[in-house]
Nanobody, 122 residues
């Protein structure tokens, strides 16, 4: 199973980025997908999760600013990041596991992408 992330970069506060994650090697549509992030010295945290049916869950810190979407025809999950803040700076990872419902713990995910750096300057 491979997860390939694209779309990180450096952006000014208030700007936007779009991350994508393409999955190969297993059926895509029947499993939940998650975006997580990890800042230096901090634990990995859930950012946004989308279930097989399209139900979503967001961390309080990103509600109203980030949007998770999935395209089952392209085996791809996206994370649209708007109104970015310096505290959003982190390595962002996509992940999937064996659940089809909302799961926010990183330990529930067994396949991970390589991570993509998002840096927001003030």
């Amino acid at each position: 199973v491979q997860l390939v992330e694209l779309g990180g970069g450096l952006v000014q506060a208030g700007g936007s980025l779009r991350l994508s994650c393409e999955v190969s090697g297993r059926p895509f549509r029947q499993y939940s997908m998650g975006w997580f992030r990890q800042a230096p010295g901090k634990d990995r945290e859930s950012v946004a999760i989308i279930s097989w049916s399209g139900q979503t869950n967001y961390a309080d810190s990103v509600k109203g600013r980030f949007t998770i979407l999935r395209d089952n025809d392209k085996n791809t999950v996206y994370l649209q990041l708007n109104i970015l803040k310096p505290e959003d700076t982190a390595v962002y990872y996509c992940a999937t596991g064996n659940y089809d419902t909302i799961r926010t713990s990183p330990s529930d995910y067994i396949y991970w992408g390589q991570g993509t750096q998002v840096t927001v300057s003030s």
